[in-house]
């Protein structure tokens, strides 16, 4: 199946290891063209080699932390300036703390809402009118299991993922005449880093091995295993491509049946 991905051009954000870099390889494997980001240069670089090495796309690196507002005007403009263009943006903020509610300073709230919510707002800003002008654009935002079924000791995601969830939702009806989509992607427990800090976290909590954390993740999931990146990039490409263009405003998981609701 011929995605139509070849010639666009697509910002990925957090893309040096976990769910980014898996979404930005199969990007490439389509013939999309990368702009990489990262908080490390140093890592983002050699990521960025690989794909251009493996896929033959061009890919371009630009480190910079994305809940800073300076540095995330810079890595746009620095993937504009290279292309003319973006059009496809993965927003992909890493997870703030895990803790409860009483655990957690206002200083803690408010960072989490410059990196879960505000980054967001502003990669959309920076990168829709050219969208727009060109009409034809893919904004997808992973974000988490979280917005449709909270997860306990994650109070930070569960508040702000699902502000991302009802930005992008009322946004995509703002834009849909003009060709733009704009969804959301649920990943579910995949094995990534940020799993691993997740189940090194409860191990540490409640004095248990992170063998045994993960094993109580897999009994919840009816696949009784945890999901792989490549899996979860395969969904996101698609939503990103030309075969996609009437699938907007939605938010679909990626869990193995995790989820329990019915939508």
Do not use: C
């Not at 709230?109 to 002008?133: C, F, H, I, Y």
């Amino acid at each position: 199946m011929d995605l139509g991905l070849k010639g666009k051009v697509a910002f990925v954000a957090a893309a040096s290891q976990g769910l980014g870099r898996a979404v930005a390889e199969e990007l490439a494997a389509e013939g999309a063209s990368l702009i990489l980001n990262s908080r490390s240069e140093r890592r983002i670089n050699a990521v960025s080699d690989d794909i251009r090495d493996q896929f033959g796309t061009e890919a371009l690196p630009a480190a910079g932390d994305l809940s800073d507002t300076a540095a995330l005007e810079r890595a746009i403009d620095q993937g504009l300036s290279h292309f003319g263009k973006i059009d496809i943006l993965i927003t992909n903020i890493g997870g703030p703390p895990a803790g409860t509610f009483e655990s957690l300073s206002r200083e803690a709230w408010n960072a989490a809402g410059q990196s879960l919510l505000t980054s967001v707002v502003d990669l959309t800003r920076l990168v829709l009118p050219g969208m727009k002008e060109r009409r034809w654009g893919r904004i997808l935002n992973i974000t988490s299991i979280a917005v449709k079924q909270p997860v306990d000791n994650l109070i930070l995601s569960n508040s702000l993922r699902a502000a991302v969830t009802g930005f992008a939702k009322t946004l995509s009806n703002e834009v849909a005449e003009f060709g733009v989509t704009v969804n959301n992607i649920l990943p579910g427990y995949t094995s990534t880093e940020r799993v691993e800090q997740l189940a090194s976290s409860i191990s540490e909590k409640e004095g248990i091995t992170i063998d045994d954390a993960k094993k109580r993740w897999e009994s919840q999931i009816p696949m009784k295993r945890l999901g792989r990146p490549n899996e979860f990039a395969a969904l996101a490409v698609f939503l990103v491509s030309e075969r996609a263009s009437y699938i907007t405003g939605s938010s679909i998981a990626v869990d193995g049946g995790w989820i329990r609701s019915l939508v």
